[in-house]
């Protein structure tokens, strides 16, 4: 543990990840059809894409649910019983979705920590330095943490209620039946009466969803190509970037956007610190990212395998996105 920025706490063990990442990209390239996971994307370089991605025109998701929580994030904080409690954030980035619930509670003079929890030590510095900045009064704690080991120290450490925001549809990229696992975990984090606000992105007319993932300046493929470029620098591989092509579609049998990178030729690629050659034909596909657009049936389902009393949903002015708040029930 160390203490990197002054409102931090870092839970990151630096070799436990670096361990993942070589087992996990030694499996995915291994397997057939090869994948890698999507939740090593966000290196530094990234998450700054990904926050290009959350300014695109194409990219709806961010415009719909910051117009969800600039119309009812006040509603959101009126929920909460009136004492002190806690504000959680899982996978926080820029904060700009926040500030619509942070401000109406101290306009409120409500008391409060906001406590977001980021695997980017970059991220969260610049976030909780800004929040302190622009308000001061803020009681803000970032944790530096992948979601379990954040998700323990909340258990562990937390006194009073809590709201606990998962936005941005970031549950629609765990694959198969892990979201559901997940949000058994966010229950048992939680104690009754608790909140969490989970951002979903609904099922809708493909083309919309296509272009979501497929945008014009080229930043979605500059954000799936860079996990080959993480590869070649923390793993010492030889992956020409040129020779793969970012690939995404909505598979209506998955119910979710696909992304892909194509090999755009025969080719083998070495990765050193692997001790591995691995072996690509044209056109072969590695499977990246599953980005999971619900129902309303499905949300409804999932609140009640993982326990929870679904509270409200709050769509944007199109019903592209909801917002749906959850209730951990009275015991
Ligand atoms: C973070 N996550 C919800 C994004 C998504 O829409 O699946 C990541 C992303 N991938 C491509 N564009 C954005």
């Known amino acids: 543990m160390?203490?990197?920025c002054s409102d931090c706490l870092d839970l990151t063990d630096v070799q436990d990840a670096e361990k993942l990442f070589k087992e996990q990209v030694s499996a995915?390239?291994?397997?057939s059809p090869k994948t890698l996971p999507s939740r090593f994307f966000y290196d530094e370089i990234g998450s700054r894409l990904f926050q290009q991605i959350t300014r695109l025109p194409e990219y709806y998701?961010?415009?719909?649910?910051?117009?969800?929580?600039?119309?009812?994030?006040?509603?959101?904080?009126?929920?909460?019983?009136?004492?002190k409690f806690n504000l959680?954030?899982?996978g926080s980035g820029d904060g700009t979705k926040v500030i619509q619930l942070l401000e109406p509670g101290l306009a409120d003079n409500r008391q409060f920590t906001y406590l977001p929890i980021d695997q980017s030590v970059s991220a969260m510095q610049t976030l909780t330095s800004d929040l302190s900045e622009r308000y001061p009064e803020l009681e803000v704690r970032g944790i530096v943490?992948?979601?379990g080991a954040g998700l323990e120290w909340i258990r562990r450490h937390l006194k009073g209620p809590v709201v606990l925001l998962f936005l941005g549809s970031n549950l629609g990229n765990f694959p198969g039946n892990e979201a559901e696992a997940f949000l058994q975990r966010l229950r048992y984090t939680?104690?009754?009466?608790?909140?969490?606000?989970?951002?979903l992105d609904l099922y809708k007319d493909p083309e919309i969803m296509n272009r979501a993932y497929n945008d014009s300046h080229g930043v979605t493929a500059q954000f799936n190509l860079n996990l080959l470029r993480r590869i070649n620098r923390e793993l010492r591989g030889n992956f020409d970037l040129e020779e793969f092509r970012h690939?995404?579609?909505?598979?209506?049998s998955t119910g979710g956007v696909e992304s892909y990178l194509l090999s755009a030729s025969k080719q083998s690629v070495l990765i050193r610190d692997l001790n591995r050659t691995f072996e690509f034909d044209r056109r072969e596909p590695i499977h990246t990212?599953?980005?999971?657009k619900y129902t309303e049936d499905e949300i409804r389902c999932l609140a009640n395998r993982a326990g929870f009393e679904m509270e409200a949903n709050l769509y944007d002015s199109r019903s592209y996105f909801v917002d749906s708040v959850w209730r951990v029930p009275a015991s």
């Open 247 to 252: 690939y995404s579609t909505f598979n209506p």
């Open 289 to 292: 990212e599953h980005s999971h």
């Open 61 to 83: 998701l961010t415009a719909c649910e910051l117009e969800i929580l600039r119309r009812s994030g006040g509603d959101i904080i009126s929920l909460v019983p009136r004492r």
């Open 2 to 4: 160390s203490g990197l």
């Open 88 to 90: 959680v954030e899982l």
């Open 28 to 31: 995915g390239l291994s397997s």
């Open 145 to 147: 943490a992948e979601y």
């Open 190 to 199: 939680l104690a009754p009466e608790d909140f969490l606000v989970i951002g």
